[in-house]
């Protein structure tokens, strides 16, 4: 294993500026000068980007800028004593003492171990003392080697503090003194902490926890849930703490193993900045006749879904999460389905419903039929493309109870499976479809959700989620169904099939433009799911006599594929006035466009909304409306180009796609040179070039390459379009 760190990734005493910002590119240049990194301003970016979400100043006068990125070759740490200081966002003032932590994307395990070791050490006093007291560079590579286990030390070390491996099990054996010569049993915490990376925080918070509990007198056992690997607390660990603390800024895995429990939930800096405070905060939960306990359906949303604070979510931030929980699990059903559907319609013919029950059952690779449509590919044909027809078929008659299924889960955690889908299943045979997965997905969530709340005796608990919350849920919600809502749903629910069947002309048109609208305003957000949820839920419903559900389908699929398009077109035009990060994703948003990606064009989106989302919106808009014209269909609800022999009259989607993408990439330059030039006179010399701008020579300023709307877009000084904000 290659060394982490070196004098060549020290520099002490050094003035790197007055921001965050300045130190994390100083340091980050200092690890690519190494050849530690292929980008110095693609790791800067991330890990500014990291620090935007949660600042990583930590008490005692240290910050832990990290990231873990692509541009990064070889995992690295490199250390700045800065002279003056400069603040990170801790508490007690700004930080002297800078370790940037660089790891791979693909970072071994082994490295990780080491990485969140050094973040432990960094809470130790006299570790941190023998920093600020090292004279020379190579003085501190051999504390941080010696901190890490890579050379002996001279002797053990008799401190106290503890670091706690992923379940902290040897913090329950090691009281404090006090608290040893006490009869009584210590009082014991258990803790899970996590951040986004998994990298520097969630060891730290989790060794700060321990180290307080011990100061305190309190028995703290933690869990980290970070990237070199997770070891689950012990169930019967948990069973016997009298509270939990949640410090983390993703989703806790496996969080009903603390149901019942006491608990309180913070950001994983808070473990950091206040570990007695709270632990403290935790007891007095559990002191408490009336304090915050975790429903055994653990997805509570107005107790726990904001880990920023407990401040509780809105209504319609819910209702909006567990939908789009619910279309998620969903999708996988469909687009599975409806691929080997159109397969099967490639090699069966398109009268192959009429045969593929009778074929699977009946005949066999060794027995193949000899009754069949015309348009088969012979024999051979006609029973690959039954089977193929009847799988995805029954893929797609998953597809509103696993809706249903999901959404109650996005409520209720797993307990709401089960009613989730029963639910979902009546509404299939109600004939209430999609509109009726949702109300049921909803109603049998509430119910189990409502159900998990009660405080049930200690005996009865276990048998809670597996026994009791399903079968009450599923038999009111079920019940409900049948008895009261699902004639009036399958009524509403046959008036929009009706509707949608017999538009033709300008009303088709009309919602091809609403639909492709849709798909481009948020770029894979809820408006998007919303549109394409709407198309895939008709999917099955389509037929050769009644195509509408497949034309909404094709025009969906075509709008989704202009954005990404679109801008791809822009930077390949104008690659002069898109930063450096921008025209990469350039590159790569051709492939995700023809694939029907529609966040290939995020990237964009997030450092120029007012500019790439409009221009979006209306080319998507045409393009929709062009296929609804053309009366293009498609069987298949994903792959874009991929999936051409599952689209019909696949020459005019792809005209349609063409003369949207054109349309947005010119209205996204016009917009972007108006403001950038002054208006009419920036477009007047603009023409008046008789080339475009060639790409800057290949540069070190790659993009981190996630694509996500929450990454920096570093702009190049050639550019003032490029907004570096992150939303």
């Not at 429990?261 to 950091?272: L, M, W």
């Not at 390459?705 to 050639?718: K, R």
Request: aromatic residues 6%; proline residues 6%.
């Amino acid at each position: 294993m290659t060394s982490l760190i070196t004098t060549d990734l020290v520099v002490l005493d050094a003035d790197q500026g007055t921001e965050s910002s300045a130190v994390i590119r100083a340091l980050a240049a200092t690890i690519a000068e190494q050849g530690r990194a292929n980008s110095a301003d693609g790791l800067a970016d991330a890990a500014i980007a990291r620090e935007e979400k949660t600042p990583t100043g930590v008490p005692g006068g240290i910050a832990i800028p990290h990231a873990r990125t692509e541009a990064v070759t070889e995992p690295s740490l490199a250390m700045a004593r800065l002279n003056p200081p400069v603040d990170f966002g801790a508490k007690d003032g700004p930080a002297d003492l800078v370790f940037m932590i660089a790891a791979p994307e693909g970072a071994g395990k082994d490295h990780l171990k080491l990485l969140s070791k050094l973040a432990r050490s960094l809470v130790k006093k006299d570790f941190v003392a023998s920093l600020r007291a090292a004279t020379t560079e190579q003085e501190v590579v051999d504390l941080v080697e010696t901190a890490l286990g890579l050379r002996e030390t001279p002797e053990e070390s008799t401190s106290t503090e503890s670091t706690p491996t992923g379940a902290s099990t040897a913090a329950a054996a090691a009281p404090t003194a006090a608290a040893a010569s006490s009869t009584d049993q210590p009082r014991r915490v258990v803790a899970v902490t996590a951040c986004p990376t998994g990298i520097a925080h969630t060891y730290m918070a989790a060794d700060a926890l321990v180290q307080a509990g011990a100061e305190m007198g309190i028995d703290v056992v933690t869990e980290t849930q970070g990237s070199s690997g997770t070891t689950p607390i012990d169930q019967s660990v948990i069973d016997a703490a009298d509270a939990v603390v949640f410090a983390v800024d993703v989703d806790v895995r496996d969080k009903p193993r603390f149901a019942g429990k006491p608990y309180v939930q913070v950001r994983v800096k808070a473990g950091i900045d206040d570990p007695q405070g709270l632990i403290a905060k935790a007891l007095a939960e559990a002191d408490a006749p009336n304090g915050r306990r975790l429903a055994a359906a653990h997805a509570a949303a107005d107790d726990e879904s904001s880990t920023a604070g407990n401040s509780r979510e809105s209504i319609g931030a819910h209702l909006k999460r567990v939908l789009l929980t619910g279309v998620s699990y969903m999708i996988p059903f469909v687009a599975a389905g409806g691929l080997l559907m159109a397969l099967g319609f490639l090699l069966g013919g398109f009268d192959i419903p009429d045969y593929a029950e009778d074929i699977v059952l009946g005949n066999s690779l060794w027995n193949l039929p000899t009754e069949y449509g015309d348009l088969a590919l012979g024999p051979v044909g006609a029973y690959l493309g039954a089977v193929a027809f009847q799988i995805g078929n029954l893929s797609m008659s998953f597809l509103v109870a696993a809706l249903a299924g999901y959404i109650a889960y996005g409520i209720a955690d797993r307990p709401g499976i089960a009613p989730g889908f029963t639910v979902g299943a009546v509404a299939v045979l109600m004939g209430a479809g999609f509109i009726g997965g949702i109300i049921g997905g909803l109603l049998a969530g509430y119910i189990a959700h409502w159900i998990g709340s009660f405080a049930a005796p200690r005996w009865l608990r276990g048998l809670m989620p597996v026994v009791i919350i399903p079968l009450v849920a599923s038999l009111v919600s079920s019940g409900l169904m049948f008895m009261v809502l699902g004639g009036p749903i399958s009524a509403l629910t046959k008036g929009l099939d009706s509707w949608l069947s017999s538009m033709t002309g300008t009303a088709a048109v009309v919602l091809g433009l609403i639909l492709g609208a849709m798909m481009a305003v948020d770029l894979g957000g809820p408006v998007n799911k919303v549109a394409y949820s709407f198309a895939v839920a008709g999917l099955a419903a389509g037929s050769v006599d009644n195509p509408v559900p497949w034309e909404i389908m094709a025009t969906v699929m075509a709008a989704g594929m202009v954005p990404p398009l679109a801008m791809a077109l822009a930077t390949a035009v104008r690659p002069r006035i898109f930063s450096q990060a921008e025209k990469e994703n350039g590159k790569a948003a051709w492939l995700l466009g023809a694939a029907f990606i529609s966040e290939g064009a995020i990237p964009f989106a997030a450092s120029d909304p007012l500019r790439v989302i409009p221009a979006s919106v209306v080319g998507a808009g045409v393009t929709g409306g062009m296929t609804m014209a053309f009366s293009v269909t498609s069987q298949a609800p994903h792959g874009g180009v991929f999936v051409f022999f599952a689209i019909d009259s696949f020459l005019l989607f792809l005209l349609s796609v063409v003369v949207g993408t054109i349309i947005s990439a010119v209205l996204v330059l016009a917009l972007k040179i108006l403001v950038r030039k002054g208006g009419a006179a920036g477009l007047a010399e603009a023409a008046d070039r008789s080339a475009p701008a060639t790409t800057a020579a290949a540069s070190t300023g790659s993009t981190t390459g996630s694509g996500s709307a929450g990454e920096a877009q570093q702009a190049e000084p050639v550019s003032s379009n490029a907004d570096a904000t992150r939303v």
